[in-house]
C-alpha cells in the first residue's frame, strides 16, 4: 500500500519542478502591466506640538493612478545556473500615465503626464559573458547608450523558480522590487516634469525590504500548455527622506524635513510553463500604506513649529503574460 502511493507522489513531484531552462533560440512574446492607485485617507497638523482644529483645515483630497505598460519580444540565445545569459530583445511599446487629482475645498485640480521610452521599436542583444563594452549592443533603431547600458536582462522572473525542489522556500527581493517601475532598467522620459518634489523613487527603491514566500501549489492545464502554480506572498516596507521648504502654508514656513514610509502586501501566483521551461504568467495584487510627515526645522518649546501627518492607502496590481512563439 505504502509504495502505491510513493510512487504517483514521485512522478508528481518530478513533473511539477519547475525551472528556467528554454531552449536556444527560443522565443516569446511578453506583456507585462503594472498599476497603483492611491488616496489620502487623513490629514492633520500640529503647530508647536498643539493639534491643530480641523476646522482651521482646508478640505483636501488626493488621488493618484500610475500605469506602465510594457510588450517585448524575447530570443533566448543562451542561459546557464538557471537564468539568461544571451538573449535579443526587441521592444514595441513603452508607455506610462502619471494622473493625479486635488481637490481642495471642493475646487479640483487634475494633472497628467505621459511617459515613453526611446527604446520603443529598438533591438538589444544582450550577453552577459561579454566584454563589459559589448553587453549590451543595439542591433537596430536610435537610442541613447545609457538607455541601452541600463538593461537587465533576466526578465523571466526566473529567481522565483530558483528553489524549486521543495514546497515552499523564500526569494529576496532582486526577484522582483514592487517598489521600483522602472522594469529591466528602463529610463522613462516623462513629457512634463514631475511636481511631486516630496518623495524621493530611488530612496524607495534602494531602501525597499522584505521577501518573497513561494509555494508550489498545483499544477494547472491551460490552452494546452501545463503549467506550474506557484503561490507568491509578500510584505515590504521602505522610506525616504528629503530636506525640503514648507509650501502652501499661511501660519508658518521654513526648512523642513519630509520622511514618507511605506508598507506593502502582495500576493498572487506565477504559472510556469513546464515543458517549454519558462514562465507563462504572472498576477499579483497588493494593499499599500504609507505615511507621509512634513516637519519644520525650526522649534516652538522644543516642538516642530509646524508639522503635518498624511495617511494615505491604495491598491496595486500586475498583470505579466508570456506567449510562446
Same mark, same amino acid.
Given at each position: 500500500m505504502l509504495r502505491t502511493l510513493l510512487v504517483p507522489l514521485a512522478a508528481l513531484t518530478l513533473v511539477s519542478a519547475p525551472r528556467f531552462a528554454p531552449a536556444a533560440g527560443a522565443q516569446a512574446s511578453k506583456t507585462l502591466s503594472w498599476t497603483s492607485s492611491t488616496q489620502l485617507d487623513e490629514w492633520s497638523a500640529t503647530m508647536g506640538g498643539s493639534p491643530v482644529p480641523s476646522q482651521y483645515l482646508p478640505k483636501l483630497e488626493l488621488d493618484g493612478t500610475n500605469v506602465r505598460t510594457l510588450e517585448w519580444n524575447d530570443e533566448w540565445l543562451a542561459c546557464a545556473d538557471g537564468a539568461p545569459v544571451r538573449l535579443r530583445r526587441k521592444f514595441v511599446e513603452l508607455a506610462g500615465t502619471e494622473t493625479n487629482v486635488m481637490k481642495m475645498n471642493g475646487q479640483a485640480v487634475e494633472t497628467v503626464r505621459k511617459a515613453s521610452s526611446p527604446l520603443a521599436g529598438c533591438t538589444v542583444l544582450l550577453d552577459e559573458r561579454a566584454?563589459?563594452? *559589448?553587453?549590451?549592443?543595439?542591433?537596430?533603431?536610435?537610442? !541613447? *547608450?545609457?538607455?541601452? !547600458?541600463?538593461?537587465?536582462? $533576466? &526578465? $523571466?522572473?526566473s !529567481?522565483?523558480? #530558483?528553489?524549486?525542489?521543495?514546497?515552499?522556500?523564500?526569494?529576496?527581493?532582486?526577484?522582483?522590487?514592487?517598489?521600483?517601475?522602472?522594469? =529591466?532598467?528602463?529610463?522613462?522620459? +516623462?513629457?512634463?516634469?514631475?511636481?511631486?518634489?516630496?518623495?524621493? $523613487?530611488?530612496? &524607495?527603491? #534602494?531602501? !525597499?525590504? =522584505?521577501? +518573497?514566500?513561494?509555494?508550489? #501549489? $498545483?499544477?494547472?492545464?491551460?490552452? =494546452?500548455?501545463?503549467?506550474?502554480?506557484?503561490?507568491?506572498?509578500g510584505q515590504f516596507k521602505t522610506r525616504c527622506e528629503l530636506d525640503g521648504e514648507l509650501e502652501h502654508v499661511p501660519v508658518a514656513s521654513g526648512p523642513t524635513r519630509e520622511v514618507s514610509d511605506y508598507k506593502l502586501d502582495v500576493r498572487g501566483e506565477l504559472l510556469w510553463d513546464l515543458k517549454a521551461s519558462i514562465p507563462a504568467a504572472c498576477a499579483l495584487q497588493g494593499e499599500l500604506e504609507f505615511v507621509h510627515v512634513t516637519r519644520t526645522v525650526a522649534e516652538t518649546n522644543g516642538q516642530a513649529a509646524y508639522e503635518q501627518r498624511m495617511r494615505f492607502s491604495g491598491d496595486v496590481a500586475l498583470d505579466f503574460r508570456v506567449t510562446p512563439q
Amino acid at each position: 500500500m505504502l509504495r502505491t502511493l510513493l510512487v504517483p507522489l514521485a512522478a508528481l513531484t518530478l513533473v511539477s519542478a519547475p525551472r528556467f531552462a528554454p531552449a536556444a533560440g527560443a522565443q516569446a512574446s511578453k506583456t507585462l502591466s503594472w498599476t497603483s492607485s492611491t488616496q489620502l485617507d487623513e490629514w492633520s497638523a500640529t503647530m508647536g506640538g498643539s493639534p491643530v482644529p480641523s476646522q482651521y483645515l482646508p478640505k483636501l483630497e488626493l488621488d493618484g493612478t500610475n500605469v506602465r505598460t510594457l510588450e517585448w519580444n524575447d530570443e533566448w540565445l543562451a542561459c546557464a545556473d538557471g537564468a539568461p545569459v544571451r538573449l535579443r530583445r526587441k521592444f514595441v511599446e513603452l508607455a506610462g500615465t502619471e494622473t493625479n487629482v486635488m481637490k481642495m475645498n471642493g475646487q479640483a485640480v487634475e494633472t497628467v503626464r505621459k511617459a515613453s521610452s526611446p527604446l520603443a521599436g529598438c533591438t538589444v542583444l544582450l550577453d552577459e559573458r561579454a566584454k563589459p563594452d *559589448a553587453r549590451r549592443v543595439l542591433e537596430n533603431g536610435e537610442c !541613447a *547608450a545609457e538607455h541601452v !547600458a541600463a538593461l537587465t536582462i $533576466d &526578465l $523571466d522572473l526566473s !529567481a522565483f523558480v #530558483a528553489g524549486a525542489g521543495e514546497s515552499e522556500w523564500t526569494v529576496g527581493l532582486d526577484a522582483f522590487n514592487p517598489f521600483d517601475d522602472g522594469f =529591466g532598467g528602463l529610463r522613462w522620459q +516623462w513629457d512634463t516634469p514631475s511636481k511631486n518634489t516630496h518623495v524621493d $523613487d530611488a530612496q &524607495l527603491v #534602494a531602501n !525597499a525590504e =522584505g521577501e +518573497w514566500k513561494v509555494k508550489l #501549489a $498545483d499544477t494547472r492545464e491551460v490552452d =494546452g500548455r501545463k503549467l506550474a502554480v506557484l503561490a507568491l506572498e509578500g510584505q515590504f516596507k521602505t522610506r525616504c527622506e528629503l530636506d525640503g521648504e514648507l509650501e502652501h502654508v499661511p501660519v508658518a514656513s521654513g526648512p523642513t524635513r519630509e520622511v514618507s514610509d511605506y508598507k506593502l502586501d502582495v500576493r498572487g501566483e506565477l504559472l510556469w510553463d513546464l515543458k517549454a521551461s519558462i514562465p507563462a504568467a504572472c498576477a499579483l495584487q497588493g494593499e499599500l500604506e504609507f505615511v507621509h510627515v512634513t516637519r519644520t526645522v525650526a522649534e516652538t518649546n522644543g516642538q516642530a513649529a509646524y508639522e503635518q501627518r498624511m495617511r494615505f492607502s491604495g491598491d496595486v496590481a500586475l498583470d505579466f503574460r508570456v506567449t510562446p512563439q
